[in-house]
Structure formats: structure tokens, C-alpha cells
């Protein structure tokens, strides 16, 4: 499995970023996209990953970490075996490495980082004050 992560910047306070996961590889072609979580989670220097945000397979049950409720938005595009992270009214504290990862489930089996399959090389989100 491959998931390329994408859309990451420089961004001042208040500001928007849209971030993209591009899935591909041989698990999505015996376990398709449209089938599967599809998450985000974020790190900073000397800390785990945090959870951020998941989707389950259909796009229609969207799950958020409370920092971000209200200001960030997932949705997936099944057609482009892609999904998005849409970021609104960032914060400085909302800097870090941004991460996609993959759940091969329906619905999340949960929203600590092991319990994810796969994950994509990260981006960097920097929100200057």
C-alpha cells in the first residue's frame, strides 16, 4: 500500500490548508479503497501521533479529535481512491508533521496510531502566529 500525502505549508494564523492522501498498491486492489478507513493523525518533535481525524469506508461517519472539531473537515473521494483534509482557522498549535494512514476496516477499529495498517510519508503543516 502506498498513501501519498500531500498539501502541506506555510500558513498564518487563521488561515486554511487542504491536505490530500492519494491511495494506490496491491492491498487496495484485493481490499478496494471503498472499503476501508481512512484516517489522519499529526506529530510534533518528541511526541507520539496524535489522532486528528478518520472516516469510515462510505465517507458518511466522520470521527474528530476534539482540538480540531469545528475548524477541520475529512471527506474521501472513492472515485479517486483519495481523501482530504480540509483545515480552517488554523493555530499555531495545530503545527506538526501531518500523516494519512489507512485502516483496512469499514469503520476505524480504533483511533490510537497501532491499531492503523498503513501510513503515508507525512506533511509538514507550519501555522505561523
Known amino acids: 500500500v502506498q498513501l501519498q500525502a500531500s498539501g502541506g505549508g506555510l500558513v498564518q494564523a487563521g488561515g486554511s490548508l487542504r491536505l490530500s492522501c492519494a491511495a494506490s498498491?496491491?492491498?487496495?486492489?484485493?481490499?478496494?479503497?471503498?472499503?476501508?478507513?481512512m484516517g489522519w493523525f499529526r506529530q510534533t518533535s518528541g511526541q507520539g501521533r496524535e489522532f486528528v481525524a478518520a472516516?469510515?469506508?462510505?465517507?458518511?461517519?466522520?470521527y474528530y479529535a476534539d482540538p480540531v472539531k469545528g475548524r477541520f473537515t475529512i471527506s474521501r473521494d472513492n472515485a479517486k481512491d483519495t481523501f482530504y483534509l480540509q483545515m480552517n482557522s488554523l493555530k499555531p498549535e495545530d503545527t506538526a508533521t501531518y500523516y494519512c494512514?489507512?485502516?483496512?476496516?469499514?469503520?476505524?477499529?480504533?483511533?490510537?496510531?497501532?491499531?492503523?495498517?498503513?501510513w503515508g510519508q507525512g506533511t509538514l503543516v507550519t501555522v505561523s502566529s
Open positions: 498498491g496491491r492491498s487496495f486492489i484485493e481490499r478496494p479503497f471503498n472499503t476501508n478507513s
Open positions: 494512514a489507512a485502516d483496512m476496516s469499514a469503520y476505524p477499529s480504533g483511533l490510537e496510531s497501532e491499531k492503523w495498517d498503513y
Open positions: 472516516i469510515n469506508f462510505s465517507g458518511d461517519l466522520p
